[in-house]
């Protein structure tokens, strides 16, 4: 009898024990890391892998559950490099696993939310980078087209040149402009800021205090 006593209470101090251990972290949570890879729209593909160092200790009722320096692992889903006229170039990834400094993998499900990249680049509702669309420099680009143009039509034919020229020289520049395509690069040592999007339990024994 003694000896089932024992073993009773042997079973819950372990049960006990691993429920002060290991805590979920809720939908939301959000994990800060330093991207380590370079990914760009002309040399990325879909599948292609990335990794990602974390930078800020995730903590959970006075618990590290994810230290600084745990890996981030995760794939390329999207790659978009669209002519300027038909949108923002576009990266998605799509992090799948958690790495801690200690060597234990959890898998990982969660959706980009922000970059520490400005200049017109955002992050869409579905975790996608975008890049910077059309700006100041091509609105230059096509107003010194069609400035070169109405110069020399005016060297050509005068005030009815000036027009003509400057015509042409926008028609020009704007296809040369449309043809164009519009790139995006995520480079490595960019802050990205990911949610995660489902519970996720961890062991905080393992992780550290």
């Given at each position: 009898m003694r000896k089932l006593a024992v073993l009773v209470y042997t079973t819950l101090f372990a049960f006990t024990g691993f429920a002060q251990t290991n805590l979920s972290l809720p939908a939301g949570t959000a994990v800060k890391m330093k991207l380590q890879t370079t990914l760009a729209t002309f040399t990325t593909k879909r599948g292609y892998p990335f990794?990602?160092?974390v930078t800020e200790p995730v903590m959970m009722n006075g618990k590290t559950v994810i230290p600084i320096g745990a890996t981030v692992e995760g794939q390329v889903t999207k790659v978009a490099e669209p002519r300027r006229i038909a949108g923002k170039p576009t990266i998605g990834i799509f992090p799948q696993a958690l790495v801690l400094p200690n060597g234990e993998r959890y898998t990982l499900n969660a959706t980009l939310v922000d970059t520490s990249l400005r200049n017109g680049t955002d992050?869409?509702?579905?975790?996608?980078?975008?890049?910077?669309?059309?700006?100041?420099?091509?609105?230059?680009?096509?107003?010194?087209?069609?400035?070169?143009?109405?110069?020399?039509?005016?060297?050509?034919?005068?005030?009815?040149?000036?027009?003509?020229?400057?015509?042409?020289?926008?028609?020009?520049?704007?296809?040369h402009w449309l043809g164009k395509h519009r790139s995006a690069v995520l480079p490595a040592g960019t802050e990205l800021v990911m949610e995660i999007s489902h519970p996720m339990t961890l062991s905080a024994a393992t992780t550290g205090r």
């Open positions: 990794a990602g160092r992050v869409n509702l579905e975790g996608q980078f975008k890049g910077a669309g059309h700006d100041g420099g091509d609105i230059r680009e096509v107003g010194i087209g069609t400035g070169g143009g109405m110069v020399v039509g005016g060297l050509a034919g005068g005030a009815k040149g000036v027009l003509i020229g400057g015509a042409i020289g926008a028609t020009a520049t704007l296809a």
